[in-house]
């Protein structure tokens, strides 16, 4: 199978036993992955960056929470208004956004 | 903050909407992560090896899909059985397991 070049993974507060509930999802979490798939299609980048939606990362006062691998690169606090930015500087840029790094 | 060294990833079908279908569920992979987290702790790996609940990878057909970064390693037909045996070589002995991989 074909690895994506960037995988990113977006906290929206899901429980291994279905239901949701914690802070990430409280804080348009939801809209933050939404946004990502969104940006991902218009850039025409499907297969190489794919985007998951994640239970807690055990981060929650600093939620949202998106992390970037392989690379590692951890972000917090990200707004559905960020995701633009981390597109356009870090997945296409090769330059993680430094202001919302963790 | 200190990153994991393998950060494990285990679909658990959780979707954004806060419901969980799909198939990994339905194959007992909330018991794989589970395992992990119970692995984890027995061998006192806490801090160095994260492991977190996702949804849908988009490998249906090969799952419960349990992928580790930053290796970008992917497993297929996982079963809880088989979390000890990715914990011993991968994980500790930093051999993917050959048999499980997609």
């Given at each position: ?22 802070f ?56 559905p ?22």
């Amino acid at each position: 199978m074909n690895r994506p070049k960037h995988h990113i993974f977006v906290c929206t507060s899901s429980r291994i036993n279905g239901t949701q509930r914690g802070f990430c999802c409280t804080k348009d979490s939801a809209a933050v992955a939404r946004r990502f798939q969104e940006e991902i299609e218009e850039r025409a980048l499907e297969g190489e960056v794919t985007v998951t939606n994640t239970g807690c990362f055990g981060l929650c006062e600093k939620g949202p929470v998106v992390v970037v691998y392989p690379e590692g690169v951890w972000y917090g606090n990200v707004t559905p208004e960020d995701v633009e930015t981390i597109m356009e500087q870090h997945i296409e840029g090769d330059e993680p956004v430094q202001s919302l790094m963790i």
